[in-house]
């Protein structure tokens, strides 16, 4: 059973930037896909980046040009570099991993606040 870790969360100013990390306590190399969600007080989950062992690198529309999504599976480390941050940004920011391309298992981080405000 991998455990995912999220850390690097926090106060960011409006424009500036901010790096999340994502640890696995075991290997994610064979892992299909990993990937960053957040979710907003009052609003569902969402799909913010996810990479996967296809070379596909999926962004959503709100963060496109601003953020980048890194997988590290040597270090089992995925990193989310956000940059121009904006308010709208503000939630909980979660990190994902599937096992596989179907009959897969999920896994799941325990989520870290990232506040955008001067």
């Known amino acids: 059973q991998v455990q995912l870790v999220e850390s690097g969360g926090g106060l960011v100013q409006p424009g500036g930037s901010l790096t999340l990390s994502c640890t696995a306590s075991?290997?994610?190399?064979?892992?299909?896909?990993v990937a960053w969600y957040r979710q907003a007080p009052g609003e569902q989950r969402e799909l913010v980046a996810r990479?996967?062992?296809?070379?596909?690198?999926y962004y959503a529309d709100s963060v496109k040009g601003r953020f980048i999504i890194s997988r590290r599976n040597r270090q089992n480390v995925i990193l989310l570099l956000m940059d121009i941050v904006k308010s709208e940004d503000t939630a909980v920011y979660y990190c994902?991993?599937?096992?596989?391309?179907?009959?897969?298992?999920?896994?799941w981080g325990q989520g870290t606040q990232v506040t955008v405000s001067s």
């Open positions: 990479t996967n062992n296809d070379g596909f690198t």
């Open positions: 075991g290997g994610i190399g064979s892992f299909y896909s």
């Open positions: 994902n991993a599937e096992s596989a391309r179907t009959s897969s298992t999920t896994f």
